[in-house]
């Protein structure tokens, strides 16, 4: 049974920090491509960062700078670490797993920015 599990989401104010994780059972961690989506009240999900197994790395241009994406294969866990947050990051945020034709998602975690 696949699982990815999402964790570190939370309310912090506007330029904080926040570092999400998101764990995986039951794939093969190391093959596959992850990402981090998020999607806001009202509006339809988007990526926000993804990460291949060769640890290319793509963002969306409203977080570059302020997001990175990374993946530790031993530990079958990919981050989002956030800087700077503002409030128009607030969403939930889901981590998806790829490989070819197989995609898995997260149940999601709450980022709330705001004051």
């Known amino acids: 049974q696949v699982q990815l599990v999402e964790s570190g989401g939370g309310l912090v104010q506007p330029g904080g920090s926040l570092r999400l994780s998101c764990a995986a059972s039951?794939?093969?961690?190391?093959?596959?491509?992850m990402g981090w989506y998020r999607q806001a009240p009202g509006k339809q999900r988007e990526l926000v960062a993804r990460?291949?197994?060769?640890?290319?790395?793509n963002s969306a241009d409203s977080v570059k700078g302020r997001f990175t994406i990374s993946r530790d294969n031993a530990k079958n866990t990919v981050y989002l670490q956030m800087n700077s947050l503002k409030p128009e990051d607030t969403a939930v945020y889901y981590c998806?797993?790829?490989?070819?034709?197989?995609?898995?998602w997260g149940q999601g975690t709450q980022v709330t920015v705001s004051s």
């Open positions: 039951g794939i093969i961690f190391s093959i596959y491509a």
């Open positions: 990460i291949t197994r060769y640890y290319e790395t």
């Open positions: 998806q797993g790829r490989l070819r034709n197989d995609e898995y």
